[in-house]
């Protein structure tokens, strides 16, 4: 039965009999069973108080019964097990993301031929764009649009929106930014000069555990000044250790250190550290999550162990 129903019959009877025999007749004729519950609830509220017998409040009651059968016999996520919500009772996992995992692991992995097609049909896709733009017929094709790099003015034919053609590109104008703030600090006189990283990364914690496990003295985050002082280069050291009459500036390396101009600054500033009489030695990070990048970092690990053996 409808809200509008249940309302009509409530404003054209006269008392809580008529209203309850009508809505026997009603629900024996639909053969709806579950708004049997209804009744229950007419027979418990007083008919004088109109305000109580309305559609509004009887789909509320409805709700509330509904919820705590819900309760006693929940759904759970196929994907990760937790409790779906009573307004999401109607789905098989509790989000989104849940449901294309879950999706996923129903069908698989995607097969070669699979991805050859998605790629072919992206190419195809771009070239029709490129063919589009160049007779004049419109921007927009099945998704492919057309981006200028922000950083170099390149030219980019993409299914999404970006800024920049490559992460390199990215990165230089992040410096630039940087750099001109700075600069733009330094002639209004705010400057506070060049001060350590408050936050140290997971990579360095890790490793900072691997030296005190070994009993490694080491300094974090020294400062290093090349030049005249306040004047010439500054750096910060990540470990720097003293061992065996040797000194040692222990780098770790993230991804950032990969971009070219990254490359070429860090040349440089190894070249002032040692000629400063400390050695530079670099690991590259990588992710320690699965078998293969566990293994490797330990192989890390004992090669610069023997490094300061040496």
Request: charged share 35%.
């Amino acid at each position: 039965m409808t809200k509008e129903e249940i309302q009509n019959i409530y404003d054209y009877s006269k008392s809580k009999t008529e209203i309850i025999n009508k809505l026997n007749i009603r629900l024996n004729q639909n053969r709806d069973n579950i708004d049997k519950d209804i009744l229950v609830y007419f027979s418990q509220i007083d008919i004088t108080n109109r305000e109580q017998i309305t559609a509004k409040n009887l789909n509320k009651h409805w709700l509330e019964i509904q919820k705590n059968n819900y309760e006693l016999n929940p759904k759970y996520c196929l994907n990760c097990g937790k409790k779906i919500p009573f307004e999401k009772r109607h789905l098989k996992c509790c989000n989104q993301s849940c449901a294309n995992s879950y999706s996923n692991k129903i069908k698989g992995p995607r097969t070669k031929e699979t991805k050859q097609k998605i790629s072919q049909s992206i190419k195809k896709g771009i070239e029709e764009h490129r063919y589009i733009l160049k007779n004049g017929y419109g921007e927009y094709n099945y998704g492919i649009r057309t981006f200028i790099c922000q950083y170099c003015g390149k030219e980019i034919i993409s299914n999404k929106y970006r800024k920049f053609c490559s992460d390199e590109c990215r990165h230089n104008s992040a410096s630039e930014k940087s750099k001109a703030l700075r600069k733009k600090e330094i002639e209004n006189g705010t400057f506070q000069g060049w001060k350590s990283r408050n936050i140290t990364s997971y990579a360095e914690k890790f490793w900072k555990q691997v030296l005190d496990n070994n009993n490694i003295p080491y300094i974090r985050e020294k400062l290093f000044e090349y030049g005249n002082s306040g004047k010439g280069e500054r750096y910060f050291l990540d470990f720097y250790i003293e061992i065996n009459n040797r000194k040692i500036d222990l780098e770790i390396d993230g991804k950032q250190h990969k971009y070219e101009e990254r490359k070429e600054k860090d040349i440089i500033r190894d070249q002032y550290i040692k000629e400063s009489g400390i050695e530079v030695y670099r690991i590259d990070w990588n992710e320690i999550n699965s078998e293969q990048g566990s293994l490797k970092m330990k192989e890390k690990i004992d090669k610069f162990l023997e490094f300061i053996k040496q």
